[in-house]
């Protein structure tokens, strides 16, 4: 059996998301069903409606940073009862028999990959998957976080799913804490909330940024000051002085000024994925400190509870701005721009009004 979602899908890369209906299965017995209250919208989301990464599947319904009420489950269901309030992040699925999935791991799945909330392939629908631009989502219990934030700030809880988990899963499992100097590459969905994480940790944490103007709002989200990082000199200042350095940009770069503020053994760790590659940087700068250059994955689905719970302990959420479903391509021009402090969220009932 099956159930009518109400959604907006884009149907190409250069048409608007519109209003848009499909077929969602009913809970099978190890499924949460979750009416979707608020999505946060990742660049993610504008790079696969857009077609930027290739391999969009359309029509394609985007969103994974959900958080909704659960509406029903099925028999097998344990984690779960109906009223709970639930979130839904990047993964949907993975063949939860490999390495990576047994060591809860599970964007790292080396079978099949994990299945992505949207533009995946549907192991049980045929075709590919649709996000949280939409109604409702029917997810397996174990792909489904609890979240006990209180309900006012639920919004500010959606994006946590993405940005949240993209942030925290590095400088955790770098150890980031009490006595670390820790620099943020980027102040924008993912650099706030890496700032606001680094902070909770306890480590003494710096922004670099082009832009002056941003030093304020650094040291409100908890950083100790801002670098600017076309400064020559502020650079300088700071050479040899660092633990950790994560780095949120999404755009191509020279990584060797950040490389070479590393201590010996310092990491510098990629989250964002560039349409271009980055130059290459000087190995010099890796051997000669014995200095690591890494990546990292969103998070699995237990360090994402473990993410979320953290989260609620310190009392963070994003910074985010909420705006109707029908204006998500408005939404999208200004995030381009870099035109959002922090986040957009979208107040999914806003979708029955169109």
Request: glycine share 10%; charged share 20%.
């Amino acid at each position: 059996m099956t159930t009518t979602t109400h959604a907006f899908a884009a149907h190409a890369a250069d048409a608007p998301l519109a209003p848009f209906t499909f077929e969602r299965r009913d809970p099978q017995p190890d499924d949460v069903a979750i009416d979707i209250l608020f999505c946060g919208v990742c660049h993610s989301d504008l790079h696969t409606v857009r077609g930027e990464w290739g391999g969009t599947l359309y029509p394609c319904v985007p969103g994974h940073e959900i958080v909704g009420r659960v509406t029903a489950i099925g028999n097998n269901v344990t984690k779960f009862a109906v009223g709970d309030i639930a979130g839904v992040g990047c993964m949907v699925d993975s063949c939860g028999h490999c390495p990576s999935c047994n060591d809860g791991e599970e964007q790292y799945c080396e079978t099949t990959g994990f299945v992505g909330t949207y533009n995946g392939p549907d192991p049980v629908m045929g075709g590919h998957t649709m996000g949280g631009y939409s109604d409702h989502i029917v997810v397996k219990q174990d792909f489904v976080l609890k979240v006990t934030h209180d309900e006012a700030d639920l919004a500010a809880v959606a994006p946590l799913l993405c940005a949240g988990i993209t942030t925290y899963s590095p400088l955790r499992h770098w150890k980031v804490g009490p006595g670390q100097k820790v620099g943020v590459v980027g102040l924008g969905g993912l650099g706030h909330m890496g700032v606001k994480i680094a902070a909770a940790m306890g480590a003494e944490v710096y922004v670099f940024s082009t832009s002056p103007s941003k030093r304020d709002d650094a040291k409100r989200l908890g950083a100790t000051d801002l670098i600017v990082s076309k400064d020559p000199q502020a650079m300088a200042d700071h050479v040899n002085s660092f633990d950790f350095i994560l780095n949120t940009v999404a755009a191509a770069h020279d990584l060797n000024p950040f490389l070479a503020l590393l201590k010996r053994d310092g990491t510098m760790t990629l989250v964002g994925v560039p349409e271009s590659p980055h130059p290459a940087p000087d190995v010099g700068h890796l051997v000669f400190k014995r200095r690591a250059l890494a990546g990292s994955l969103i998070g699995g689905i237990k360090e994402t509870q473990e993410m979320l719970d953290f989260c609620r302990e310190h009392g963070l959420t994003a910074d985010i701005e909420m705006i109707r479903i029908q204006d998500i391509d408005a939404a999208y021009d200004r995030m381009v721009k870099s035109d959002v402090k922090y986040r957009f969220v979208i107040d999914m009932q806003s979708l029955k009004q169109a």
